[in-house]
């Protein structure tokens, strides 16, 4: 079993910066693909992007490529969500998400998942 609590979420004004943060507990996720979902308010829960086990390759949506970064510290159990240039429409609750499979986390079909932390973004 694999415990994920997010944290860093907050208000900010557009064009700010949050790290978000994964820590996990239970067993090491050093061989779990990582990943960050979205969820705003009455939107079906959206990809943001996946990192490999080792940190070497990520993969982003659209949305967010080139404003956000992923990454992670298996030595420390965590993950990163560091969002960049902040828009309104990145207002949403951000999960974390752990599989031991790509195609099932990416698929939002993630074995454990975290609780979420709240990121709003001012006009």
């Known amino acids: 079993q694999v415990q994920l609590v997010e944290s860093g979420g907050g208000l900010v004004q557009a064009g700010a910066s949050l790290r978000l943060s994964c820590a996990a507990s239970?067993?090491?996720?050093?061989?779990?693909?990582m990943g960050w979902f979205r969820q705003a308010p009455g939107k079906e829960r959206q990809f943001v992007g996946t990192?490999?086990?080792?940190?070497?390759?990520?993969y982003y949506s659209d949305s967010v490529k080139g404003r956000f970064t992923i990454s992670r510290d298996n030595a420390k159990n965590m993950v990163f969500l560091q969002m960049n240039s902040l828009k309104p429409e990145d207002t949403a609750v951000y999960y974390c998400?752990?599989?031991?499979?790509?195609?099932?986390?990416?698929?939002?079909?993630?074995?454990?998942w975290g609780q979420g932390t709240q990121v709003t973004v001012s006009s």
């Open positions: 998400a752990a599989d031991r499979r790509m195609i099932t986390l990416r698929l939002g079909r993630a074995e454990y």
């Open positions: 239970g067993r090491t996720i050093s061989s779990d693909v």
């Open positions: 990192i490999t086990p080792l940190g070497d390759s990520t």
